[in-house]
């Protein structure tokens, strides 16, 4: 079950009972699950629940009655408070070491910007 970033899974339907659970399509091998958005976007959010009181743990996850997990924000100026039945999460792209070690190479590629010099005008 792998997915590319920003591309919804294959599956249409929750996973079947006893079906080995998914791990990070980046290779982390954290258990993650994929969570249906309030936006209908699939989201990666790490399967264990934070404390409830975990201010860093962003998501309200829930599931539903065939087994898919819905997921909404719990950053946003206007978030409810939890709902019953719903428990933190983190999102899995916050906690996976492999995303965070590609984002920390992209940056070290990036040439700095030095903005002392003079800028050529034509």
């Known amino acids: 079950m792998s997915s590319r970033r920003g591309h919804a899974p294959k599956r249409a339907k ?3 009972l006893g079906a080995p659970l998914p ?3 980046d290779g982390c091998g954290r258990r993650v699950e994929y969570a249906l958005t309030e936006a209908r976007e699939w989201q990666l959010v790490d399967r264990d629940r934070s404390p409830a009181d975990d201010a860093a743990a962003t998501v309200a996850v829930r599931r539903d009655g065939t087994g898919r997990w819905h997921a909404r924000s719990l950053a946003r100026y206007d978030a409810r408070p939890l709902e019953p039945g719903e428990h933190r ?3 899995h792209a916050a906690t996976c070491p492999v995303l965070a070690e590609r984002a920390r ?3 070290e590629a990036g040439a700095p910007v030095d903005i002392t010099t ?3 005008t034509p």
């Open 14 to 16: 929750a996973r079947p």
């Open 23 to 25: 791990t990070c399509p």
């Open 89 to 91: 999460h983190m999102p």
């Open 105 to 107: 190479a992209r940056r």
């Open 118 to 120: 003079a800028r050529r």
